[in-house]
């Protein structure tokens, strides 16, 4: 985790990791051993889980991250009596950039979050086709295998919305993330529909900032406020593929107050789903 005690300016540069390294790997190989002394051919082993021979090839070679459900499939068949499923938290976090890996893991058991979009649509709000047009354009190009894995990532992470106790999600998203037709008119629409019905359970407030405020608390940029299953609230910030991650309690005060501000500056949640009904006409 990067933290604010960091050089000014400098975040912390953290390469995307290869697949085929570090915990992917290891699991690999683990998986590996425990099919080979279980007496298993891959053939066999993957029909018993419903995966093809060279899905589990993949998986052991360190070339494919596995997903939760083959981990736990996988510790049962081989009878492994909790070695692979005890390294399902790590290997789900390698899913992600390696920019975003500590907060997908705070994200995932937080009891509360609040975020203020600038670029796009948040990720717990987006449509599967709205952020596969997000992965499709983005440059350098992403390999079509990769765009898979994180786009199965970014849905895994909407569970968060079934979880229980479910946690308190507030988004401050502006006008133009709205207006702007990733993917097309169709999948926009989509996308602001997805936006409305998530915005009516009861832990969920939606508000948008209207590009015709004279005041915005929050010109700096996007960022997140998490509340942690550990009673810590800690700030985020990601830009280029560059994060930070604020512990300081006098700068995530400073946070909380500039959001508070912020909300009271956006329309109420009431207008905002009245306004994304009017785009929603206009697409």
């Known amino acids: ?37 279980a007496g298993l051919e891959r053939a066999e082993f ?9 899905t589990v090839a993949s998986i052991e070679q360190g070339r494919r991250i596995p997903q939760a459900r083959f ?64 992965f499709h354009m983005q440059r350098p190009l992403l390999e079509d295998d990769v765009i898979e894995q994180r786009l199965e990532a970014r849905m895994v992470r909407q569970e968060i919305f079934s979880r229980r106790p479910a946690p308190l999600m507030s988004f401050v998203v502006e006008e133009a993330v709205l207006r702007r037709p990733i993917g097309g008119p169709k999948v926009m629409r989509e996308t602001l529909e997805q936006i409305l019905v998530t915005g009516q359970s009861r832990n969920v407030e939606v508000q948008v ?14 960022f997140s406020l998490i509340d942690t299953d550990k009673g810590q609230r800690l700030a985020y910030m990601e830009v280029q593929d560059y994060s930070r991650l604020y512990t300081d309690a006098s700068y995530v005060r400073t946070l909380e ?27």
Request: glycine share 10%.
């Open 46 to 54: 993957g029909r018993r889980l419903g995966y093809s021979a060279d």
């Open 257 to 283: 107050a500039r959001y508070g501000i912020l909300r009271s500056q956006a329309l109420t949640p009431s207008e905002s789903a009245a306004f994304i009904e009017q785009l929603m006409g206009d697409t």
């Open 71 to 134: 981990i736990e499939k996988a510790d049962e068949v081989l009878g492994a009596g909790g070695v692979l499923t005890a390294l399902k938290e790590e290997v789900g976090r390698s899913q992600y950039p390696a920019f975003f890996r500590d907060m997908a893991l705070l994200e995932a058991k937080a009891t509360a979050l609040n975020l203020y979009a600038v670029y796009a649509v948040p990720g717990l709000l987006q449509t599967e086709d709205y952020a596969r047009a997000v």
């Open 1 to 37: 985790m990067t933290g604010r005690d960091e050089e000014a300016g400098q975040p912390q540069q953290r390469p995307e990791d290869d697949p085929g390294t570090g915990v992917v790997t290891a699991f690999g190989r683990q998986l590996k051993l425990l099919r080979t002394r």
């Open 209 to 222: 900032m209207p590009i015709n405020r004279e005041d915005n608390a929050a010109l700096g940029g996007p």
